[in-house]
C-alpha cells in the first residue's frame, strides 16, 4: 500500500516542519522526475511514481542522521501500513544492493545494520526501485542536476562514492532512456 499523493504530500510537509532543510525540496524535486519519467516510460504509473519519490527520504522527519534516516523511514512507514514507499525508503539508496556501499556515516545499531542489511538482501528491485534511485541522482534542492555534477557532490560531502555506484547510476540512467526512447534530461526539465 501507499498513500494517496495529497495524504504524501501533508507526509512530507509534517516531516519538514519536524525537520527543516534541503531534504524536502529534494523530495520534491524527485517526485516530479520520477512522475515524468513513469509518465514517458508508458508501463509505470505516474501517480505512484510521484509517491515514491516524494516521501523516499522521510525517515529526515526524525532528524540530521544518514544510514538512519533509511532505517527510520522504513520504519515509520511499515508503521503507517505504506509497506511500498518502506520498500523504497531502503532501496533508493542502494543502487548496487549492498549495505556495505552506503555513502555516509553508519548512524545506527549494529542490530539496526543486521534489519537492513537482511531486508535488502531479500528484496528483487524492480523498475520503481530504479526509478526512485536514478531520482535520487537527479534531484537537487534547487532542481534537476546533471547526475555526474549530483554525485560529485555527494562526493564532495562525504569523501567518497564508489565508482561501481557511479557506473550503476549511469546504467540506470540509460536503462530508463532505453525505455523512453529519449534523452533523461528532456524528460525531467
Given at each position: 500500500?501507499?498513500?494517496t499523493r495529497e495524504v504524501a504530500e501533508e507526509l512530507l510537509r509534517d516531516g519538514e516542519a519536524c525537520n527543516p532543510g534541503a531534504w524536502a525540496d529534494h523530495c520534491r524535486v524527485a517526485a516530479l522526475c520520477a512522475e515524468?519519467?513513469?509518465g514517458a516510460c508508458g508501463d509505470l504509473d505516474p501517480e505512484k511514481a510521484y509517491v515514491l519519490g516524494l516521501l523516499h527520504d522521510i525517515g529526515r522527519k526524525f532528524g540530521i542522521m544518514h544510514m538512519g534516516h533509511i532505517y527510520d523511514g522504513y520504519q515509520y512507514m511499515m508503521q503507517l501500513g505504506y509497506d511500498e514507499v518502506a520498500r523504497i525508503c531502503l532501496s533508493h539508496s542502494f543502487s548496487i544492493q549492498r549495505l556495505e556501499d552506503y555513502v555516509g556515516k553508519w548512524d545506527i545499531t549494529k542490530e539496526q545494520q543486521e534489519e537492513l542489511k537482511r531486508r535488502l538482501d531479500e528484496m528483487v528491485y524492480d523498475d520503481y526501485d530504479l526509478l526512485i534511485q536514478v531520482c535520487d541522482s537527479l534531484a537537487g534542492a534547487e532542481g534537476v542536476m546533471k547526475m555526474e555534477d549530483r554525485?560529485?557532490?555527494?562526493?564532495?560531502r562525504y569523501g567518497a562514492y564508489p565508482q561501481d555506484k557511479w557506473d550503476k547510476n549511469l546504467e540506470l540512467k540509460a536503462y530508463f532512456e532505453e525505455k523512453m526512447q529519449q534523452d533523461i534530461y528532456a524528460v525531467v526539465r
Open positions: 500500500m501507499r498513500p515524468r519519467i513513469a554525485m560529485a557532490d555527494v562526493r564532495r
